[in-house]
């Protein structure tokens, strides 16, 4: 697939994360509107909520877009979905005969505040990137030991927090927690010490299941993806982990990007999942390319600095797609739900610059990495803003994301001295 062109002229450049081949959904709001659904174009937002109201968007006897998130739509289903970026894409291309009438309805990205894009129903968090795991499973019981021994079988997950899932440019707190270093006797009360980044991919439900389902039909469930920070306090996580896994460690925030892209805009790059060690049982196989060719980076600015980019990955290195994971979701007959959101799992490749979490960058913080501006880091400091980037390139175009950006604040004084 080639360039698309739109009316919307910011949206024609090679480089623009934002073109008709992408119009990823967001929830935005200005300085005179609530926050609404809005599709964006170029450096545009086109307000969904007034093109229905004005009756270009005509899908539904109901309003779909008057609201602050995206949930409805989802619920729509897989035919809707198609007719709305069939409708949307005749809207803003070139030579379209309502373009007048939208121009009015066009607001700038930079005089727009963004927000969360739908309700987060429930949240799973992935630990699907054989690198990834390979690298911490080496730092902490050795290379004979580094894969448990279910993890060449299944994807791996927890259930996480929906209450803690935050939109790009939420501040970050430092968080309290129970830490316990190699020599201590017993446990301590302190602000996290290593506290890190994840980078991840975020796969959003749109339809609901009730049983098990095939990873075909798990692919035709996801509605779209975002790009996904989940915060970790490795110090506290380090402690309480065993035997039953993660909990505070991964409680404090999970940012997401501001743009849901949408499953259809990413089907010119799908890609094979990696050879199989070990061949899966039949209900997890997979069926086609079910990864994607997207480029990723993670950059990292000091409080008032400049920032440096300190990995650049893809998601075409998980072993597992976000297919998978949601099929096996669902194998013990747990329901999902329009809005659940699927973590991808912290995303490596096989070279150190590929590694998504400081906690491989750095080998537990062994070997501290050195950022443009001379300074080094192990883990997060206070101040640091990071920063996910993403996109898929195409023949003369981009399908971006938008950035998921969060900055950490310190420690607030203990909260449980009163």
Not at 245 to 272: C, H, M, N, Y
Request: aromatic share 8%.
């Amino acid at each position: 697939m080639t360039l698309l062109n739109s009316w919307v002229a910011s949206a024609n450049a090679p480089d623009a994360p934002f073109p008709l081949n992408n119009l990823p959904y967001g929830v935005f709001s200005t300085a005179d509107s609530d926050p609404r659904c809005g599709v964006a174009i170029g450096d545009m937002i086109l307000d969904l909520a007034a093109a229905e109201d004005a009756g270009l968007i005509p899908l539904t006897e109901a309003l779909l877009f008057d609201v602050p998130f995206w949930n409805e739509v989802m619920e729509e289903g897989p035919a809707l979905w198609a007719a709305l970026r069939a409708r949307l894409t005749e809207l803003l291309a070139e030579g379209a005969p309502e373009k007048a009438e939208l121009e009015a309805l066009l607001v700038p990205q930079a005089e727009a505040e963004m927000h969360l894009p739908f309700l987060v129903s429930e949240f799973t968090d992935f630990y699907a990137s054989k690198n990834h795991a390979t690298n911490v499973g080496t730092m902490f019981r050795g290379p004979e030991n580094a894969l448990p021994p279910n993890w060449l079988h299944i994807p791996i997950g927890y259930n996480g927090r929906a209450s803690s899932v935050v939109v790009s440019g939420t501040e970050i707190r430092r968080p309290w927690g129970q830490l316990k270093g190699p020599n201590d006797d017993a446990p301590r009360w302190a602000p996290s010490a290593r506290f890190d980044l994840e980078l991840e991919m975020g796969a959003i439900v749109g339809t609901a299941s009730d049983g098990p389902v095939t990873v075909a039909e798990a692919d035709a469930m996801i509605f779209g993806y975002v790009l996904l920070n989940d915060w970790s306090a490795r110090d506290i996580q380090a402690w309480e982990y065993q035997p039953l896994g993660p909990f505070q460690a991964k409680a404090t925030a999970t940012s997401i990007s501001p743009w849901i892209v949408t499953k259809a805009a990413l089907e010119p790059f799908r890609t094979d999942t990696p050879a199989r060690e070990k061949e899966l049982l039949p209900h997890l196989k997979d069926c086609g390319p079910m990864l994607y060719d997207i480029e990723l980076e993670v950059t990292l600015a000091p409080e008032g600095k400049a920032p440096s980019t300190i990995a650049r990955t893809n998601y075409k290195e998980m072993y597992y797609s976000s297919a998978q994971q949601l099929a096996h979701h669902t194998t013990s007959g747990c329901p999902m739900n329009p809005g659940d959101l699927l973590g991808s799992g912290t995303i490596s490749g096989p070279e150190k610059h590929q590694r998504g979490a400081l906690l491989e960058l750095s080998w537990g913080g062994k070997e501290p990495i050195t950022l443009d501006t001379g300074e080094t880091r192990s883990f997060l400091e206070d101040g640091d803003t990071l920063t996910l980037h993403g996109a898929a390139k195409g023949a003369g175009y981009t399908i971006g994301f938008g950035d998921c950006s969060g900055t950490l604040l310190p420690a607030l004084a203990d909260p449980y001295k009163r």
